[in-house]
């Protein structure tokens, strides 16, 4: 039997999540959570969100709220420049590139 082979695909979304300072130092006082640009390579939708549960909650301490406008992820999306460097630098080895955080208050 011949088992094809899996091709990602990239994808990005907005995570939505609850302010942690394990890796962020920087987060404002009185945030109540903050939205971030995420990207992942995966096979679905799915699979990209338990990759982006997986690294910002599990490993770097975000608890998540919601992962929400997940689309393919396109070269030529106009993109933060901070998102950019984290895809070629980070992504490979971390296998998720975000963004810069964008915190919010209590209002």
Same mark, same amino acid.
């Given at each position: 039997?011949?088992?094809?082979?899996?091709?990602? %695909?990239?994808?990005?979304?907005? &995570? %939505?999540?609850?302010?942690?300072?394990? =890796?962020? *130092?920087? #987060?404002? +006082?009185? &945030?109540?959570? &903050?939205? #971030?640009? #995420?990207? &992942?390579? !995966?096979?679905? !939708?799915? /699979?990209?969100? /338990? %990759?982006?549960? +997986?690294?910002? *909650?599990n490993f770097m301490g975000f608890p998540i709220i919601e992962i929400?406008?997940?689309?393919?992820?396109?070269?030529?999306?106009?993109? @933060? *420049? %901070?998102l950019c460097d984290s895809i070629e630098n980070l992504l490979p080895?971390?296998?998720? !590139? =975000?963004? @810069?955080? /964008?915190? =919010?208050?209590? /209002?």
């Open positions: 039997m011949t088992t094809l082979p899996t091709t990602n %695909h990239r994808w990005i979304g907005i &995570a %939505h999540v609850k302010p942690s300072t394990k =890796y962020i *130092e920087e #987060v404002p +006082e009185g &945030a109540v959570g &903050a939205f #971030v640009p #995420v990207v &992942a390579d !995966a096979n679905t !939708a799915e /699979q990209f969100c /338990q %990759h982006v549960y +997986e690294k910002l *909650e929400s406008d997940i689309d393919l992820f396109c070269s030529t999306q106009n993109i @933060d *420049e %901070h080895h971390f296998g998720l !590139a =975000y963004g @810069d955080f /964008q915190f =919010y208050g209590n /209002q």
